[in-house]
């Protein structure tokens, strides 16, 4: 499908939409992470944003951290934020990590100081979602149900979640908090599928077998949490890129004969391996190359096969039992 840009006078995709949770928010199946925004000049960051526009995206993740801030600055000053293109995109942020003092914080006033910061910011009156962003073995959900319940009643945050919480933690806040938790944003790609792994090996005493999140993928698909990807084309814990990496020729070897039939990049492949999933995920891509984040769009029109996407499970590595 195509529809009129709003931006340019030029006509874009539109990508496949899924809505986040039961939010009632349909949102482009492939989000834009802008963590790395802040090393861009503003002219740079705009032609990123209208890149990532152009293509359908209209889903921006940001936190507090990224850039110690700057990097939601930069974002509203490239794109000249107004009321009329701001109805147009959905911007989410994070809190709770207090980076120069090496703790977190799910505080009330944290909280609320914090989407006060992002809103400024971001130059919004509003923020469509708000993540807890990592979790605080400190928190005492009454705080974090306060600051939600006075956001969502000034009408500053819209809708909740979490990111990098299993199950047991999403329940405690669930105690208190009133509001429904509609995402867990969770590092997952092809070289990232522990949630996976452990659900394929149960009862198996092998490594795989291991369940080191609580069961996050099924109790997300349950309880109507949608998945948020984060590091989609990242091995390890940002050790590095798996796509043209010598250090894997044989998961490369099938990503790049898929891609050939299919008339796409490595990239789109990788993408839409996560989104083949039936838990419905969102893939955050983090580029700030616009080759990339066009050919990132691509995937949301790729649906893999069954067969094509354990070919490339297994050519990462993994064994079926």
């Given at each position: 499908?195509?529809k009129?840009?709003?931006?340019e006078?030029?006509?874009?995709?539109?990508?496949?939409q899924?809505e986040?949770?039961?939010?009632?928010?349909q949102?482009?199946?492939?989000?834009l992470?802008?963590?790395?925004?802040?090393?861009l000049?503003?002219?740079?960051?705009?032609?990123?944003?209208?890149?990532?526009?152009?293509?359908?995206?209209?889903?921006?993740?940001?936190?507090?951290?990224y850039?110690?801030g700057k990097?939601?600055?930069?974002?509203?000053?490239?794109?000249?934020?107004?009321p009329?293109?701001r109805?147009k995109?959905?911007?989410?942020?994070?809190?709770?990590?207090?980076?120069?003092?090496?703790t977190f914080?799910?505080?009330?006033?944290?909280?609320?100081?914090?989407?006060?910061?992002?809103?400024k910011r971001?130059k919004t009156?509003?923020?469509?979602?708000l993540?807890?962003?990592?979790?605080d073995?400190?928190?005492e959900?009454?705080?974090?149900?306060?600051?939600?319940?006075?956001?969502?009643?000034?009408g500053?945050v819209?809708?909740?979640?979490?990111?990098?919480?299993?199950?047991?933690?999403?329940?405690?806040?669930?105690?208190?908090v009133?509001q429904?938790?509609?995402a867990n944003?969770?590092?997952?790609?092809?070289m990232?599928?522990?949630?996976?792994?452990?659900?394929?090996n149960?009862?198996?005493?092998?490594?795989?077998g291991?369940?080191?999140?609580?069961?996050?993928?099924e109790?997300?698909?349950?309880?109507?949490?949608?998945?948020?990807?984060w590091?989609?084309f990242?091995?390890?814990?940002?050790?590095?890129v798996?796509?043209?990496?010598?250090?894997?020729?044989?998961?490369?070897?099938?990503?790049?004969r898929?891609?050939?039939e299919?008339?796409?990049?490595?990239?789109?492949?990788?993408?839409a391996?996560?989104?083949?999933?039936?838990a419905?995920?969102?893939?955050i891509?983090?580029t700030?190359?616009?080759e990339?984040?066009?050919?990132?769009?691509?995937?949301?029109?790729i649906t893999?096969?069954r067969?094509?996407?354990?070919e490339?499970?297994?050519?990462?590595?993994?064994?079926?039992?």
């Amino acid at each position: 499908m195509i529809k009129y840009s709003y931006l340019e006078k030029k006509v874009v995709l539109k990508l496949k939409q899924i809505e986040i949770g039961k939010s009632g928010v349909q949102a482009s199946d492939v989000a834009l992470g802008c963590m790395r925004m802040a090393a861009l000049e503003e002219k740079e960051a705009a032609k990123v944003v209208h890149t990532a526009l152009d293509n359908g995206i209209n889903f921006f993740d940001h936190a507090d951290i990224y850039g110690d801030g700057k990097s939601e600055e930069i974002f509203a000053n490239a794109i000249e934020m107004n009321p009329t293109i701001r109805e147009k995109m959905i911007i989410q942020t994070k809190c709770g990590i207090r980076k120069q003092e090496g703790t977190f914080d799910f505080s009330k006033e944290h909280i609320i100081a914090s989407v006060e910061g992002s809103l400024k910011r971001l130059k919004t009156d509003y923020i469509d979602f708000l993540l807890l962003h990592r979790p605080d073995t400190l928190v005492e959900p009454e705080e974090v149900a306060a600051a939600f319940s006075e956001l969502e009643k000034s009408g500053k945050v819209r809708h909740f979640g979490v990111s990098n919480q299993n199950p047991l933690q999403i329940e405690l806040l669930k105690t208190a908090v009133e509001q429904p938790l509609v995402a867990n944003q969770l590092q997952f790609g092809v070289m990232h599928t522990g949630m996976i792994d452990a659900g394929l090996n149960v009862n198996m005493q092998i490594d795989p077998g291991l369940v080191r999140d609580g069961g996050i993928l099924e109790y997300s698909r349950i309880h109507n949490m949608t998945i948020q990807a984060w590091s989609p084309f990242q091995y390890g814990f940002f050790e590095g890129v798996f796509l043209d990496n010598d250090k894997f020729p044989e998961l490369n070897e099938v990503i790049n004969r898929i891609a050939a039939e299919k008339a796409v990049t490595n990239t789109a492949i990788a993408i839409a391996f996560i989104l083949r999933h039936p838990a419905k995920m969102q893939a955050i891509i983090g580029t700030m190359n616009t080759e990339r984040i066009v050919a990132s769009a691509k995937a949301s029109d790729i649906t893999l096969s069954r067969q094509e996407w354990y070919e490339i499970y297994r050519a990462a590595g993994n064994k079926l039992p």
